[in-house]
């Protein structure tokens, strides 16, 4: 495969200098080419179905040739690769992307099956990532002095977003530490019944690699959960209707606290009703009974 990727990647470099491309392009350049290649991608999609005898209605069905279709497939392939040389991927790039997309479906497939036995569940505890597993923003505040020599103040609104974006694309969330007290509690809510469902509102319909990253770093960080909720582009209590049986909730956001207690769900507001997750009253109950 990577001798056949580097030829790719050759041959689109041919072309579009040919075609008075500059490498390395300019990001301008990028879209104006992929549009171009996504076109030719539509076109060889539409030779593939052409080989497939794929009209109901049509009396006259003609004899599918396979090699045919093989090779409408290499073309889709090489497409994607030139595609690849266009945004500058190298092969390890690519595989990458390929083992992250595939960790995400794979578990969207796995949740979407889950969803329907959480109603059914009768202890359900809802627990935020960043804050409260990990130790954000002084982890990222840390990563931004770190990287860029940068020290930052959320009432800067356009420098904050500025670097948010930077560490929403650097992969940094898949090897973030994560709080000690916090992983075990979550092993001893395991040992006490609880399914434990995860809620985040990281970005991940916008930054599609912090859903792969995030999953890396629960694999990696070897925590046991049951689901996870992404709330970013949903209303937070709409995980209060997919699990019936909420026991209770732990967040650093204030307002969502509030908005579980005014549902009739019992809340901690991590920094200020605890300290650590070790300290909600449903482990402090399992500790006195020893």
């Known amino acids: 495969m990577e001798k056949r990727f580097k ?9 579009l200098t040919k075609k008075g491309a500059k490498f390395p392009l300019t990001e301008e350049d990028q879209v104006k080419w992929s549009k171009e290649y996504v076109l030719n991608l539509l076109s060889e999609l539409n ?13 006259n069905h003609s004899t599918i ?66 804050g409260v597993l990990s130790p954000y923003p002084d982890f990222f505040l840390n990563w931004v002095k770190n990287t860029y020599n940068e020290k930052i103040d959320k009432k800067d609104v356009i420098k ?9 694309e650097s992969g940094i969330k898949a090897v973030m530490p994560f709080i000690t007290e ?32 995030t999953l890396n770093w ?26 019936k049986n909420i026991k209770f909730v732990v967040d650093d956001n204030k307002e969502t606290c509030k908005e579980f207690n005014s549902a009739g769900i019992k809340a901690y507001q991590y920094g200020k009703d605890i300290k650590s997750l070790l300290d909600i009253d449903e482990l402090k109950e399992k500790i006195n009974a020893k």
């Open 7 to 15: 030829e790719q990647q050759t041959f689109t470099e041919e072309v």
């Open 47 to 59: 030779d593939l179905l052409n080989q497939l005898d794929w009209k109901s209605h049509w009396s």
């Open 65 to 130: 040739i396979k090699s045919n279709v093989g090779i409408e497939i290499v073309d889709l392939q090489k497409y994607v690769w030139g595609l690849t040389k266009i945004w500058g991927f190298s092969e390890e790039d690519f595989l990458n992307y390929y083992d992250m997309k595939t960790a995400m479906v794979t578990s969207k497939w796995e949740q979407e099956n889950l969803l329907g036995t959480l109603a059914k569940c009768d202890k359900v505890c809802v627990i935020d990532i960043d």
């Open 160 to 168: 904050w977003e500025h670097y948010k974006h930077l560490y929403r």
């Open 182 to 213: 916090s992983r075990e509690a979550l092993k001893k809510l395991y040992e006490l019944g609880y399914i434990i469902v995860l809620l985040t509102n990281r970005p991940a319909s916008k930054y599609q690699r912090i859903y792969g990253d």
């Open 218 to 243: 629960l694999r990696s960080s070897k925590i046991g959960y049951d689901y996870i909720f992404w709330a970013d582009d949903k209303k937070i209590l709409e995980i209060a209707e997919k699990c």
